[in-house]
T-cell receptor
């Protein structure tokens, strides 16, 4: 059974810092992993999807890596800004489906 | 990019009543899912909405409580039946245009039960 955990649960950093969010999953037989952003009271915005054949995926200041053998993914945010303040969720699919199992999220606050 | 519209965006309902949530996509999709996000928690999958047939429910969710329809490739509804305060959550629909591709979410329906 797939289980997904995220650390830290919350993070508060000054503007400009580079930071790393961590995601761990128990079933390494995944074909992709997705990172989302959720603003308070809003739905989810897809940030990055990284395929199992890839080690990294980049979009602007965001970089996601995937290491299936260790059951880990990281989301790297460069030069953080107050607008990056949100909850970040990772999600791994149940084997051979598109059904997602979500982590508990990391609540990020970037202060000026 | 494609638009996923969810209605209503929020509602306050009385105990024992039912509410139907709609999810409309502006292009045909392969998969549609319904998730629940309880207060302060992450998302949990309720069911897969299957076009033209009965939905596939996850453990802990049943059709009598959460009936789902998907009459075509762009539309689905989720009904929350006989509501109690424990049903107060955000309900979100999501879509996948092609298997293995990114999943995208509607803005969610914030439901409060008095």
């Amino acid at each position: 059974k797939q289980e997904v955990t995220q650390i830290p649960a919350a993070l508060s950093v000054p503007e400009g810092e580079n930071l790393v969010l961590n995601c761990s999953f128990t079933d390494s037989a995944i074909y992709n992993l997705q990172w989302f952003r959720q603003d308070p009271g809003k739905g989810l915005t897809s940030l990055l999807l990284i395929q199992s054949s890839q080690r990294e995926q980049t979009s602007g200041r965001l970089n996601a890596s995937l290491d299936k053998s260790s059951g880990r993914s990281t989301l790297y945010i460069a030069a953080s800004q107050p607008g990056d303040s949100a909850t970040y969720l990772c999600a791994a699919p149940i084997y051979n489906t598109d059904k997602l199992i979500f982590g508990t999220g990391t609540r990020l606050q970037v202060f000026p | 990019s494609a638009v996923i519209s969810q209605k209503p965006s929020r509602d306050i309902c009385q105990r024992g009543t039912s509410l139907t949530i709609q999810c409309q996509v502006d292009s045909q999709v392969t998969m549609m899912f319904w998730y629940r996000q309880q207060p302060g928690q992450s998302l949990t999958l309720i069911a897969t909405a299957n076009q033209g047939s009965e939905a596939t429910y996850e453990s802990g969710f049943v059709i009598d409580k959460f009936p789902i329809s998907r009459p075509n490739l762009t539309f689905s509804t989720l009904t929350v039946s006989n509501m109690s305060p424990e049903d107060s959550s955000i309900y979100l629909c999501s879509v996948v245009w092609q298997g293995g591709q990114p999943q995208h979410f509607g803005d969610g329906t914030r439901l409060s039960i008095l």
